[in-house]
């Protein structure tokens, strides 16, 4: 999920107050995106007094743009208590230079509902689609995996599903580049009689051929790290759930590891001997290469950074925006969705 260099200029506005380590991340994950994709504009959105000091020791945008503003969305905040006092927010701002197509994309690492809820209310829902949808990567035996949603809709039915399932495709193809990834449906068993009704229609609308989803039946928990599928759906409160334990157990696993290496003379040599494998396996593994979940469904390009990631962490969430909007991923989902769409009008017309 590397930049690329290309001859279109794209622009993103940062929302440069958001996340733990705000403004300094930001400035300095903008000079590493820079650095792997030299086509990207910057806009930082956010307290000039702040980040201009930040600027003046950047390789990159020691005379960036920035637009103004000393207010910023709490961590704290409701989605509704951002909306209704946020206008003025670094955050609010940035969403509306891509909402006037004055930037390409947004990215964040602030507060996730306020996020989606201003980010939904300014750029709106696309044509077609009944909601939009958090889209994220895992790491895996094999190549990365994405699963969608992972926690804007707590409740799902199987047209929400079956549009998951096609936002997903164009998701990975714009940025794994595989045409015609796998896509399978969490479910607590891989059974066709498994699972809640909805699941079991969704299922057997991705079976459709004509609908052009590559779907290979349903996936259980086991197989998110085994990398069974490209596309993993599932509703958001199951999403959230299985991103919070795979959090959880990459933390869990890093810290057993530790303390097994420090727990005696002889380990500790161990260690010395294992440590450039390990090296290989913690960058393989590091939550930061994976960072930089995408809102789906919307008439603009929104990029949640995680709230607790450095500038490296940040630096890929930029680069997730900018391949976004280098590969044409919102006209993808334009297009996947009307055909779905017709698919799904003939055949009312054919019950009838």
Not at 15 to 44: N, Q, R, T, W, Y
Not at 324 to 334: K, Q, W
Request: glycine fraction near 10%; charged fraction near 20%.
């Amino acid at each position: 999920m590397g930049g690329y260099t290309l001859s279109k200029v794209v622009k993103i506005a940062l929302d440069a107050m958001g996340g733990d380590s705000a403004p300094a991340s930001v400035v300095d994950g903008a000079d590493i995106a820079k650095a792997k994709s030299p086509h990207i504009e910057i806009l930082f959105v956010g307290d000039e007094n702040i980040i201009r000091p930040l600027l003046g020791k950047s390789k990159f945008f020691k005379n960036a743009e920035v637009f103004h503003t000393d207010q910023a969305v709490s961590s704290s905040d409701t989605a509704s208590q951002a909306v209704r006092r946020g206008r003025d927010s670094s955050m609010w701002l940035a969403i509306a230079e891509v909402a006037a197509n004055r930037a390409d994309a947004i990215v964040s690492a602030g507060n996730t509902g306020a996020l989606m809820a201003m980010a939904k209310l300014q750029l709106r829902t696309m044509p077609g689609i009944t909601r939009p949808a958090i889209a994220g990567f895992f790491p895996t035996e094999h190549n990365p995996m994405c699963m969608l949603d992972l926690g804007a809709n707590l409740e799902c039915d199987e047209e929400n599903l079956v549009q998951f399932a096609l936002m997903g495709q164009a998701f990975y193809l714009s940025l794994m580049g595989k045409v015609n990834p796998s896509v399978g449906l969490l479910n607590v068993g891989e059974e066709e009689q498994k699972g809640h009704e909805y699941l079991r229609l969704a299922a057997q609308e991705l079976s459709n051929p004509d609908l052009g989803v590559n779907y290979c039946g349903f996936v259980e928990g086991s197989d998110l790290v085994k990398g069974s599928v490209d596309i993993v759906v599932t509703d958001g409160f199951s999403g959230n759930v299985a991103l919070k334990t795979a959090e959880g157990v990459a933390g869990l696993f890093a810290l057993m590891l530790r303390r097994t290496f420090r727990a005696s003379l002889l380990s500790r040599v161990g260690y010395l001997f294992a440590r450039n494998a390990l090296k290989l396996f913690r960058a393989r593994m590091d939550p930061r290469r994976y960072n930089g979940a995408v809102f789906l469904g919307l008439n603009g390009i929104a990029v949640k950074s995680h709230g607790g990631t450095d500038a490296l962490g940040f630096s890929n969430a930029i680069d997730v925006a900018a391949n976004l909007v280098d590969h044409g991923f919102i006209p993808d989902v334009s297009a996947a969705i009307k055909k779905a769409d017709l698919i799904r009008d003939k055949r009312k017309i054919c019950n009838e």
